[in-house]
């Protein structure tokens, strides 16, 4: 990580994704983070807007599982940011009713007074939020801006409204988001293949932390040395110290919930379905509360419920700051074997080698999502819940786990925050 300021990052303060994608990055802007809807100095009109608009999303995500009358509302929003099918390869560069009234916003005032602030300093503008690159554009941003876009695949949201003209460059996870925005009127020398921004502390310079705790994840994950014996050789390119340890601990299971808190019922559902085998030693399971305090409770109540031991059978994850459970979360993933959660920006986390077990997507961005982690082989869909204690087990023994793990690390992009790192150095 570096001291000196070389961007100015700017993000959402909405659920996880937007901050949780900029996080990685704070090493190049010494560590200031600044949100769209929530920094120091904001306007109070812009303020109010935001969070209204916040408030309304988080209740229509939970409102969802409500039956008929919550999915109808939930399909409705969906389809006003929904990503057309991706082929045949088409002209989709005409804007959306969703972009023309973020638009007239921006022409009344929305972002003018961060822009001007920020703009004084002429550094790269780096922008996790397609509403920030819209703001620093409309208003005359005197610096370089930058788009990193947070979903494998992307709706027309994330090219400017006359995209043939902009002048902001996008910093994509992959080639289809490359030949979405290309259909959306961007021009290709505009978007650069870095993949996703994962956290160093993850990494390491030379991948060496990843291969560390992938070579343990493997030994973990393949039970029976199933997966390890059709693998050999590949295995011994890459990770060779797998092939001869075996599994040291409890298989870790890590369950994150969104960031309105939806589907913290399915952690609770984990943690209650597999007790016996966590009391008996084989799992340990780390539930994500993230910043929500309701969904901290609601853990602790399930875990109390099901006889274990908070701190030893099940781990709660929960910080009121979002840069510390962030923090905490990727310190947990290095001893994860398994990521449990939609299909959301932690589907790059695959990159780092975890096998993802995908429970039910939330919006059209995640079916792409899901798409993406099944077609790469890291992704898996769960089963019914109410058996998990059958077919986990037999997934671990079947080695499919541990094959999961290592073709995310095949496939998946791991090398995104260092790549960032490379086209601003060579900008400034």
Known sequence: MMNKKMINLVSADMG?????????????????????NNYNGIPE??????????????KISRFKKVPIVGKGIFATMDYLQRIKPFYPFRDLSKPTLQQKYFYKLIRKGLGKDLIEKLGKSKLPLITTFFVGMY???????????????????????????NAKKSRVKFLVPNTQVKARLIMYGVKESSILITGFPLPVENIGEKNEILKKDLTNRISNLDVDYVYREKEKALLKKIIPDALENR????????FAVGGAG???????EIVKRLASHIARGEFIVNLIAGVRSEVKKYFETVVKESNLELGK???????????EYFKLFNKVLRQTDILWTKPSELS????????????????????FNRAWLIANGAGIDSKDLRHVDEWLPDMLKSGR?????????????NRGYYNIEKVIKNKI
């Open 16 to 36: 996880y994704g937007h901050q949780r994608a900029a996080y990685p990055l704070l090493g190049l802007s010494a560590g200031e983070m600044i949100t769209v």
């Open 45 to 58: 009109w812009e303020k109010n807007y935001w969070i209204n608009n916040l408030k309304s999303y988080e």
């Open 135 to 161: 703001m620093a554009e409309e208003h005359n941003y005197l610096g370089d801006i930058y788009a990193v876009v947070c979903d494998a695949d992307i709706s027309r949201a994330w090219a400017p409204l």
């Open 247 to 254: 599994k040291k601990r409890p298989i870790s299971i890590t």
């Open 262 to 268: 939806a589907q913290k019922e399915i952690g609770g």
């Open 313 to 323: 059978d099940v781990n709660i994850i929960y910080h009121k700051d979002k840069i």
């Open 348 to 367: 790059f986390y695959s990159g780092l080698g975890l096998p993802i077990i995908m429970s039910e997507t939330v919006g059209s961005q995640e079916d």
């Open 401 to 413: 786990l541990a094959r999961a793990a290592m073709d995310g690390y095949l496939n998946a992009e």
